[in-house]
Structure formats: C-alpha cells, structure tokens
C-alpha cells in the first residue's frame, strides 16, 4: 500500500504569493493533520480535519487555510507568503479523529520563500 | 498552553552505549505521550507510545516510562546501534487531535 504522498516535493515562491500544497492519505484514512517544521524545530501543528470536517486549528495566522475533499485527500493553502513560512510542511494520516491512534507521516512540502 | 520540553542535542555515543533522551511536558488534562523518529531522508516514524500514567511504551529496543508525578516520559535504550542514528520527538495529545512536539534530539552512533 502507498504511505501518504504529498506535492510538491520542493516549491520556491516570491513574498506575498500564494501557494497550495496537497495530501493524500493513506488508503482509508479519514483524518489528515498538517504540521509545519521550521528547520531545526519540532513540527507545529496546523489543522486537522476529519470526515471534510475542521477538527483541531494551531496557533497560525488566517492567511493559513485548508480543506479536506470527498476522497479525504487535503490541501493547505497559505496566502500573502513570509519569508518566515519557509519551512518543510508535513502531512499526517489516520484512521479514525481521534489521533491517540498512530499517525502516518509524508515526506514533506519544502517551501522556500524568497 | 500545552508543550514539550526536550534535551538539547546533538548526542553523540559510542555503540553498544546507553541511551537517555529526557523529555518532560506541561499539559492541562490527560496527555497521551509519543515518541516519533525521523531516519536521515525518511519522513517521520512512529517509534513508541503510551495513553496513562505508568504506561510503557517499547519498540525496537527503546522503552518510556509515562510518569505523571514527575510529568516525564524520558526515551532509553541499553545498546544503541549505528542503524539508531536518527532525529528523535518527544510528542503530546491531550484532545487527540493535536499534537505537540518538542524541537527534536538528533543522536550520532559511532562504530
């Protein structure tokens, strides 16, 4: 079975662009929470959403949106670019909302905002 | 709020050493605890986990203890391996839909 898969591998935009990464969970995961690691940091949690629904918001900014599709794949969407949104953005998957269960990490969005 | 506080790196061990990773946590309720490993290139593992207070969590080797009376879940291994270098995470959920990681111990085992 495919792990979660994210794209793109790598993107480069400019200050105050907009850009839209996208997750698909593993097959029959509902649960799809985003994580932004900052380099030498611990991931941040972002979102989290179950069954299309937002479940759980971090401490981000509204220009930091996402949504979950019918086929419980996602996408982040983040608006007015920093430089400090240059991070490696992680996608998480799991089976039920509730993610005392395992979460399955995919190998990331690096973002570079120049 | 919510957080992880996680022992300074990098840790750098001879094999066949003993490991300690500290990590202790501030939670308001009552958080399941994880460790998470991230392999040079790879994304980031599951590597053990426990939901209560005197839980263990074990995995490939490593153990951690869930102790609430000294809000700490510190990671141990009695004879690390050059295959065991890695970053590792010490994490949180207290509404299960949220975690909280510390900022990452990457550990070196030299032959």
């Known amino acids: 079975d495919a792990g979660v898969t994210q794209s793109p591998t790598h993107l480069i935009k400019t200050r105050g662009q907009h850009v839209t990464l996208r997750c698909s969970p593993i097959?029959?995961?509902?649960?799809v929470s985003w994580y932004q690691q900052v380099l030498g940091q611990g991931p941040q949690f972002i979102f989290q959403y179950y069954e299309k629904e937002e479940r759980g918001r971090g401490n981000f900014p509204d220009r930091f949106s996402a949504r979950q599709f019918p086929n419980y794949s996602s996408e982040l969407n983040v608006n007015a670019l920093l430089l400090g949104d240059s991070a490696l953005y992680l996608c998480?998957?799991?089976?039920?909302?509730?993610?005392?269960?395992?979460?399955?990490f995919g190998p990331g969005t690096r973002l570079t905002v120049l | 709020g919510d957080s992880v506080t996680q022992m300074e790196g990098p840790v750098t061990l001879s094999e066949e050493a003993f490991l300690t990773i500290n990590c202790t946590y501030t939670a308001t309720g009552y958080p399941s605890l994880f460790w998470y490993v991230q392999y040079p290139g790879e994304g980031l593992q599951l590597l053990l986990k426990?939901?209560?207070?005197?839980d263990k969590g074990s995995n490939k080797g490593f153990e951690a203890t869930y102790r609430k009376e000294t809000t700490s879940f510190h990671l141990e291994k009695g004879s690390v391996q050059v295959s065991d270098s890695a970053v590792y995470f010490c994490a949180l959920s207290t509404t299960g839909n949220q975690f909280y990681f510390g900022t990452g111990t990457s550990l070196t085992v030299i032959p």
């Open positions: 426990a939901t209560k207070a005197d």
């Open positions: 097959s029959g995961h509902k649960s």
């Open positions: 998480a998957s799991s089976s039920l909302a509730d993610s005392y269960n395992e979460q399955f």
